[in-house]
């Protein structure tokens, strides 16, 4: 059967890459992002439905919900990003340090929460959540890793919340990953070489890799995964 999957931040990276994955499995897939030209244009290019949606917008999100025919069957928040690479400045000042911690809380984890309060009532049994959060959030000196923590600590909740509807929730935390946007054009060459080296596989992730887990974790053979962080780094953070 024909599921109906959301994913949050689906026209670029991370995002279309499981979009792609979902559909390649006879999938219905809606992508959103804040960019309404981007959204169409990667929608029609990979023949997902494209909506224009900021997941940080409560009256964007419930716009969203109400469109979506009353059921979502796997829901990927995968919007967001380190907005500190993104945004320029906010200086030093209490007030600055004040903005620059609320826009990474803002694009990861008050989207995620957003966006999964209000679909939750449209998630039948045996449905999914799969948060993205990152391996930043193993390194929390930033506001951009403390965000991704709450992503994996909240989720690690909203899995005991669930679990009882028969819905598993799950946080996958990706390493370093090209062919995004993430970085704004800010990564250095040197920076990216100190990246791969730190993995055992001696390369950089794919959004594949992520899109292949994220698959696998809404599918039947990982009805008994909740409440996990799954990372996805090549080793370049080990659980143990
Ligand atoms: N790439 C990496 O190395 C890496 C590593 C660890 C974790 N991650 C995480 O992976 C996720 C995807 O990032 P990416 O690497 O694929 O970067 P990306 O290519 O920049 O994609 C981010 C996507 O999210 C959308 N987006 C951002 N904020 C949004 C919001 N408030 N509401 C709706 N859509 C929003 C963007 O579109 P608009 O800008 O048009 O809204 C875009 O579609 C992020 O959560 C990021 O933190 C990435």
Known sequence: ?????????????????????????????????????????????????????????????????????????????????????S?????????????????????NLISAVLTTMAVLPLIPSGGSVVNV???????????????????????????AQVGPRGITANTISPGYIEDTAFFHGQLSDERRDALIAATHDQRAGKPDDIAAATLFLASDGARHITGQNLHINGGAFTTR
């Open 133 to 159: 959060g990152s391996i930043g959030a193993e390194y929390a000196g930033s506001s951009y890793g403390a965000a991704k923590a709450a992503v994996a600590a909240w989720t690690a909740g909203l899995s």
């Open 1 to 85: 059967m024909s599921r109906l999957v959301l994913v949050t931040g689906g026209s670029s990276g991370l995002g279309k890459a499981i979009a792609v994955r979902f559909l390649a499995g006879g999938d219905s897939v809606v992508i959103t992002g804040r960019t309404a030209d981007t959204v169409e244009q990667s929608a029609q290019e990979i023949g997902a439905r494209g909506v224009r949606c900021d997941a940080s917008s409560p009256t964007d999100v419930e716009a969203l919900c109400g469109g979506l025919g009353g059921r979502v069957d796997v829901l990927v928040n995968t919007a967001g990003g380190n907005t500190d690479l």
């Open 87 to 107: 945004a320029s400045g906010r200086g030093e000042s209490l007030s600055g340090i004040a903005a620059a911690w609320r826009a990474n809380l803002e694009a």
